[in-house]
């Protein structure tokens, strides 16, 4: 069955710190991949995507994500981190196919401190 | 544009009570999703529609649980009676139909509805 792992629960990051957020996987198939996130009072926002191609992928906000086959995981990360990226963080999971649902990870909270 | 919009968004009643969610898609979009957050858990899939006929309902937990989607626009998901263990935050998504504008569709999610049920 298809799953997402998304290890860490809370992660909390000085303001102008690298981020790093794990994400594994398990699915049968090449899988598509995402990240999205929540800010307090909003929807899930889509930050990044991966379908093929090259495995360095570029979202919005500054984030990027790499997909690592070997390892099955989709970690996401930003170099230096704003007060503004306080969110809740979700990695899901889609098979290749338009419409179906996707599968999600339990979330990774982040919290900036100055 | 406007984005997918959920009312309410916050709902508190009582075990035994009725409540209904809804949910207004993107304009064009006949894909509808509901997903459930339950505390500390991660969020799940409970039905698809495309346009007013349900796709896929595996995730409903139960016959407590009922959705529809009249005429193939806004969707309502009504919970009869609340349980304890339906307290959660109930995301709607909606996307394009993916033989108009490709393989995958992005689904869009909505807000939220935060459930209480005490």
């Known amino acids: 069955a298809q799953s997402v792992t998304q290890p860490d629960i809370h992660i909390t990051v000085s303001e102008g710190a690298s981020l790093e957020l794990r994400c594994n996987y398990s699915y049968g198939a090449t899988p598509y991949l995402f990240w999205y996130v929540q800010s307090p009072g909003q929807g899930l926002q889509l930050l990044l995507k991966y379908f093929s191609g090259d495995t360095l992928v570029q979202g919005i906000k500054g984030f990027e994500a790499e997909f690592k086959r070997s390892q099955s995981s989709f970690n996401l990360r930003k170099p230096s981190v704003h007060w503004s990226d306080a969110a809740e963080y979700f990695c899901a999971v889609g098979p290749y196919s338009g419409n179906t649902p996707l599968v999600f990870g339990k979330g990774t909270r982040l919290s900036v401190i100055a | 544009e406007a984005g997918v919009t959920q009312f309410p968004s916050h709902s508190v009643i009582e075990k035994g009570q009725t409540v209904t969610l809804r949910c207004d898609p993107i304009?064009?979009?006949?894909?509808l999703y509901w997903y459930r957050r339950v505390m500390g858990k991660e969020i799940k899939f409970l039905l698809h529609f495309v346009k007013e006929s349900k796709q896929d309902e595996s995730g409903m937990p139960n016959n407590r649980f009922l959705a529809e989607r009249t005429g193939g626009t806004y969707s309502t998901l009504k919970v009869q009676p609340a349980e304890l263990e339906d307290s959660g935050v109930y995301f709607c998504?909606?996307?394009?139909?993916?033989?108009?504008?490709?393989?995958?569709?992005?689904?869009?999610f909505g807000p939220g509805t935060r459930l209480t049920v005490l």
């Open positions: 304009s064009g979009h006949d894909n």
């Open positions: 998504a909606s996307s394009q139909d993916p033989r108009t504008s490709g393989l995958y569709n992005e689904q869009f």
